[in-house]
């Protein structure tokens, strides 16, 4: 079992930066390929960004690529995403996910572990 908890969620302007946090329990955080997802009211969780077991690998999704970097620490068991140059289509809250697999995934479905979210708003 993995529980993952999410920070650094919170307002900022558009254009402002921030990064989110996501901390896994467990002692095996590099067998686990992980992800990060937003979901906006009224609309379905999205894909934002994942990375590899051993952070070698890196996905990002076109709406967010070049924006948005995802990284990780397997020392510290943690996973963050940073997020520079906001939109205020970014706002949504915001999921971290852990896929037990090295290879990381950007369907919902395959991951078994998921956060319980961080909610960023980006003003205009």
């Known amino acids: 079992q993995v529980q993952l908890v999410e920070s650094g969620g919170g307002l900022v302007q558009a254009g402002g930066s921030l990064r989110l946090s996501c901390v896994a329990s467990?002692?095996?955080?590099?067998?686990?390929?992980m992800g990060w997802f937003r979901q906006a009211p009224g609309k379905e969780r999205e894909f934002v960004a994942s990375i590899s077991g051993s952070g070698s690998m890196t996905y990002a999704a076109g709406s967010v690529k070049g924006r948005y970097t995802i990284s990780r620490d397997n020392a510290k068991n943690t996973v963050y995403l940073q997020m520079n140059s906001l939109k205020p289509e970014d706002t949504a809250v915001y999921y971290c996910a852990a896929r037990p697999r090295v290879v990381p995934s950007t369907t919902p479905s395959e991951y078994n572990y998921w956060g319980q979210g961080t909610q960023v708003t980006v003003s205009s």
């Open positions: 467990g002692r095996t955080f590099s067998s686990y390929s």
